[in-house]
């Protein structure tokens, strides 16, 4: 009875259960990260566009009283998430967008007041904050006339410096105009005006919060807060601390006359066996072995084990991936042959799989000494991704190939050479005395020895070269998976004024 009671009091009976509607009435707020090539100017570390983001994150966790909506734009609009609440999904997007995209040349601030105008149509106020260093244009009448008319009140908050900086591209170098001079883009104050004539705001960056504090302040001082979402909610009186109460009172009594042991001794028998048949119950899950079995060939490959890690991968199913993994175990062992015949049966149609066994691939080849095939192999896998440390490798793999031949070279030659020698060395015998027969094989001996030294130098300065080649790419491997994101999708938004584009940023 006991017992049972508990198990009443586990299903939680209420009384008098109600539901009951919240509204929450919030301001509506889109915000435009400015994503052209200028924004990748130095001047703010590490360069505007990371700092937009980050700005954009601080907004969001300051913000208690908006919904917010996210726009990037270029010459284009492209949205990122509609208006909303939803703060942790919208953090998630920003956090995993890729921000190394090549969006289209130029800044077209008109597409986004468009975009916003069918984001923001149902409220009746409408705000909009630029995250942006200005862009090019010095006339913004059609921009100013079009949010007058939509009642938008646009915000800028300008991430430039007056003096401005270059601006570097994703392969380092630094952009320059087509007369090859490197372009020092700066802000671009004439932007204020836009924000001054739409009942907005103008304020440049600050490296607290003071900047973002302003503008949401003056939006919730002009703004009129509107209902935005309509939770409901469950009201009631909890009644399981009584039925817990009785079955706790019975349990107490139970207590205090116990049966005896010979009376009680079937029931004991009973919750003995059902204790066995329970710890069996895991033994047949063939499913937890192999995730075991995966455990422990990854802890042995961390450790240096690679004999056990290839151990463990054989034991499993073959698959691409396990074929790849125990490719890698031998080629960890020097088993160089064995890996090779490995990465040449696995078939992908995962691209990044691929480049990754053929960069593997060709690493055993040049361990083996197979210099030509290993250039094939790096080679095939660029053209599935173009990667610095592969082409590093390749490079190197080419040299030792151009050595290997210059040194087959040298060694014809020498061999050729020496042939000649001994040809006349030995008709030198024939002809002169024992004594000078001696002093001919002493001088050829002393060559003998120096060419082996030259030779044992450079043996010793093509496995140095080799041991140059890292493993990078198993490691490398293993942290995308532990770390892989999906980037965040964009949206494409048409607009009527498409962005005329006089400098390439």
């Given amino acids: 009875m006991a017992l049972i009671f508990m198990i009443i009091a586990l299903a939680r009976p209420v009384t008098n259960e109600k539901i009951n509607d919240v509204e929450s009435e919030l301001n509506a707020v889109v915000i435009a990260i400015d994503v052209s090539k200028s924004m990748n100017a130095i001047d703010i570390y590490p360069n505007r566009l990371e700092f937009a983001k980050r700005k954009l994150l601080d907004i969001i966790n300051t913000s208690k009283t ?27 997007l920003i956090n995993n ?39 090019d244009n010095e006339n913004f009448d059609s921009e100013i006339k079009f949010a007058n008319e939509n009642k938008i009140n646009i915000y800028t908050l300008a991430l430039a410096t007056p003096q401005g900086s270059v601006i570097k591209l994703n392969d380092g170098n630094f ?7 490197i372009v020092n883009v700066k802000l671009n104050e004439s932007i204020k005006e836009l924000s001054l004539k739409t009942n907005g705001g103008y304020i440049n960056y600050s490296l607290d919060n003071d900047d973002i504090n302003q503008i949401l302040n003056d939006i919730n001082s002009k703004s009129q807060k509107e209902k935005f979402d309509n939770a409901k909610y469950k009201s009631y009186i909890e009644l399981f601390y009584y039925p817990l109460a009785l079955g706790i009172f019975l349990l107490l009594i139970a207590f205090s006359s116990l049966p005896t042991l010979k009376k009680n001794k079937s029931s004991l028998s009973i919750v003995f066996l059902s204790l066995i048949f329970t710890s069996n119950l895991n033994l047949n899950a063939s499913s937890i072995l192999d995730f075991n079995t995966i455990k422990e060939a990854k802890k042995a490959y961390e450790n240096n084990k690679f004999d056990k890690s ?3 991968f054989k034991k499993l199913d073959s698959n691409e991936y396990r074929d790849y993994n125990l490719a890698n175990s031998y080629y960890k062992e020097n088993k160089f042959k064995e890996a090779i015949e490995l990465y040449k049966n696995i078939e992908t149609s995962n691209n990044d799989l691929g480049f990754k066994k053929l960069h593997n691939l060709g690493n055993s080849y040049a361990q083996n000494k197979d210099f030509q095939n290993a250039i094939n192999s790096y080679e095939k896998a660029l053209k599935l991704k173009n990667d610095k440390n592969t082409k590093e490798n390749l490079d190197l793999v080419k040299k030792l190939l151009e050595d290997q031949d210059n040194k087959n070279k040298d060694e014809n030659q020498d061999k050729k050479q020496n042939d000649e020698k001994q040809k006349e060395n030995k008709e030198k015998q024939e002809k002169q005395k024992e004594n000078d027969s001696k002093k001919s094989d002493n001088k050829e001996n002393k060559n003998q020895e120096k060419s082996q030294k030259e030779q044992e130098k450079q043996r010793e300065e093509d496995i140095r070269k080799q041991n140059i080649m890292s493993d990078y790419e198993e490691q490398k491997w293993l942290k995308e998976l532990e770390n892989q994101k999906t980037n965040s999708l964009l949206k494409k938004m048409e607009s009527s004024n498409e962005d005329s584009i006089s400098k390439p940023w």
Avoid: C, P, R, W
Avoid at 69 to 78: D, E, Q, R, Y
Avoid at 113 to 134: P, R, V, W
Avoid at 175 to 181: A, H, R
């Fill in 66 to 92: 908006e919904a917010i909506g996210v726009i990037l734009f270029a010459k284009t609009s492209f949205l990122l998430s509609a208006v909303t609440q939803d703060f942790s999904s919208l953090k998630l």
């Fill in 97 to 135: 967008l890729d921000t190394g995209i090549n969006f289209d040349n130029g800044t077209n601030i008109f597409s986004t007041l468009e975009t916003t105008q069918k984001l923001l149509k149902d409220y009746s106020s409408k705000n909009l904050i630029l995250l942006t260093d200005g862009g």
């Fill in 175 to 181: 952009l320059t105009n087509k007369d090859g001079d």
């Fill in 310 to 312: 290839s151990n463990e």
